[in-house]
Each structure stands twice: as structure tokens, then as C-alpha cells.
């Protein structure tokens, strides 16, 4: 299996809802990042988790919670949301050792109201 | 911190090869040069990686010369399929607190016309 897998493909929240966006690879890779695109833009980096633990958090609002309950798993929570936050969330994995070379999944596409 | 300038957009025509160069005048020496191709509404695709010489695969070659302070990534032939926006990234292979290699930069958008 070398998929990474990510749900909802679509999500559309209110500025009050909480909502999770979900990653899972069983590629066996130990580093799990989440990335923000907007249109035309090149993505972001949000999130890094290196060995379940979280070692980059590139000064990301509150309202984004990251949460690796597994070495295959990835959350994002979301809460209190802004529409400026609507985009392309992007889940990606790579092997401890070679961050360099990452595997993206298909992205949810966020639209906040 | 190895910052990248590639071009904005390139066209090309199919069946043709297309070099794609991107400059890093600040690169450092243990950082890697690693390109990225992504299509519209997709995840970005890793597609080659490479610190010195050349670097061929079944998809790319990647040209790095001595001073590395410049690389073109070369696409052989291409088809209507690879119209894409391709990312440059520099940065060191082992995170260890850097950001250097996680930090995209603006892509060049390659059109390939029949």
C-alpha cells in the first residue's frame, strides 16, 4: 500500500462547527505532516509530527488541533473556524529518515461559511 | 534558509523536452535539491532528488552543477499529461529543526500545448 488516504474528500462548516479531517498511510513512514493550500498558491506547511510526536507547528491559529493518535493515523481538528480558512488541507508522509521525500494525499477541500 | 526563484510559467509542445531550472544561490552543504510536480486539486508528487552531478529516474533527469548553486530539472518528451506546476525545494535530508526542506516555493506552471 503506498496511499496516502484522507477524509472527507469535501467538508463545508460553519464558523461555529467542530469538524475533524482525517489522514491514515500504512506505508510504515514515522514522520506525518499537514499542509494548508489556497488557489494558485504553493502549500504551506502547518504541522510536522516526527515519531508520534508533534515537532513543528509553523505558528498555527488555535482553532487547527493536530492530534497522531497512531503511527498511521493523523488528525486535524477543527473549531471556530474563519472563512479565510476555507482551502486545500493536505496530509503528506515520509520515512524517518527522509523528510525530503514525501507522499501527499489527495487533500480535503474546506469551505467555511 | 536556501531560498528558490524559479520561472512562473513555461509552455511547451508535446513530444518535446522541457528544462525547467531553478536557482538557490544560498544553498547549503548538507541541503538536497528536490523537485515536485502537482496537478490542479491534487496532492504534489515527488519526482526526483539529487545533490551533485546528475540524477536520472524513469520520469526525470536533474541537473546540478559543481557549484550547486542552480539545478534544472529535465522532463524527456513531454505530453499533454504534464501540464503541471513543478516545485523546487532545497533543504536538508535529516529535518532536524530546519525548515528549509519543507517550505515550497512559488512553482513554475509548465502548459504543454498539442
Known amino acids: 500500500d503506498t496511499e496516502v488516504t484522507q477524509t472527507p474528500k469535501h467538508l463545508v462548516m460553519g464558523m461555529t462547527n467542530k469538524k475533524s479531517l482525517k489522514c491514515e498511510q500504512h506505508?510504515?513512514?514515522?514522520?506525518m505532516y499537514w499542509y494548508k493550500q489556497k488557489a494558485k498558491k504553493p502549500p504551506e506547511l502547518m504541522f510536522v509530527?516526527?515519531?508520534?510526536?508533534?515537532?513543528i507547528n509553523e505558528s498555527v491559529p488555535s482553532r487547527f488541533s493536530p492530534e497522531c493518535p497512531n503511527s498511521s493515523l493523523l488528525n486535524l481538528h477543527l473549531h471556530a473556524l474563519q472563512p479565510e480558512d476555507s482551502a486545500l488541507y493536505l496530509c503528506?508522509?515520509?520515512?524517518?529518515?527522509?523528510?525530503?521525500?514525501?507522499?501527499f494525499g489527495p487533500g480535503t477541500r474546506l469551505t467555511v461559511l | 534558509l536556501a531560498k528558490t526563484t524559479q520561472p512562473i510559467s513555461m509552455d511547451s509542445y508535446e513530444g518535446q523536452e522541457v528544462n525547467i531550472t531553478c536557482s538557490h544561490n544560498n544553498i547549503a552543504t548538507n541541503d538536497y535539491i528536490t523537485w515536485y510536480q502537482q496537478f490542479p486539486s491534487q496532492g504534489p508528487r515527488f519526482i526526483i532528488q539529487g545533490y551533485k552531478t546528475k540524477v536520472t529516474n524513469e520520469v526525470a533527469s536533474l541537473f546540478i552543477p559543481a557549484d550547486r548553486k542552480s539545478s534544472t530539472l529535465s522532463l524527456p518528451r513531454v505530453s499533454l499529461s504534464d501540464t503541471a506546476v513543478y516545485y523546487c525545494?532545497?533543504?536538508?535530508?535529516?529535518?532536524?529543526?530546519?525548515?528549509?526542506?519543507?517550505?515550497f516555493g512559488k512553482g513554475t506552471k509548465l502548459s504543454v500545448k498539442p
Open positions: 503528506a508522509s515520509s520515512q524517518g529518515d527522509r523528510y525530503n521525500e514525501q507522499f
Open positions: 509530527y516526527s515519531y508520534e510526536k508533534l515537532s
Open positions: 525545494l532545497v533543504g536538508d535530508l535529516a529535518y532536524g529543526g530546519s525548515q528549509g526542506n519543507l517550505i
Open positions: 506505508m510504515g513512514h514515522r514522520a
